[in-house]
């Protein structure tokens, strides 16, 4: 599996923008695809995730009703709407694929390039 990330840049706080993961390799089938991020200095932290019918949402608290995941089956893409933009959204933004577990945790087997998202105050 081939994630290529894209969308990010600067942006002012406030302002959106719309990151997008091309999945290549597998189609979508039984495959959940997650957004992970990494400020400088932090660690690594969960962002959103989706389940390949498009279903089973999840969303870290923090972005809860700026973010939004959703796909697109044709076109094999996955993409994170990020609106309400904060200063403290800035961070490289990997996105992954992997299993969502019964439980609802999900553990992501593959990764692809980070993409760098700076929001300015």
């Known amino acids: 599996v081939q994630l290529q990330a894209s969308g990010g840049g600067l942006v002012q706080a406030g302002g959106s923008l719309r990151l997008s993961c091309a999945v290549s390799?597998?189609?979508?089938?039984?495959?959940?695809v997650g957004w992970f991020r990494q400020a400088p200095g932090k660690e690594r932290e969960f962002v959103a995730r989706?389940?390949?019918?498009?279903?089973?949402?999840y969303y870290e608290d923090s972005v809860k009703g700026r973010l939004t995941i959703s796909r697109d089956g044709a076109r094999n893409t996955v993409y994170l709407q990020m609106n309400s933009l904060k200063p403290e959204d800035t961070a490289v933004y990997y996105c992954?694929?992997?299993?969502?577990?019964?439980?609802?945790?999900?553990?992501?087997?593959?990764w692809g390039q980070g993409t760098l998202v700076t929001v300015s105050s």
């Open positions: 390799g597998r189609t979508f089938s039984g495959l959940g």
């Open positions: 992954t694929a992997g299993n969502i577990y019964y439980s609802g945790s999900y553990y992501p087997y593959y």
């Open positions: 989706i389940g390949w019918r498009g279903d089973d949402i």
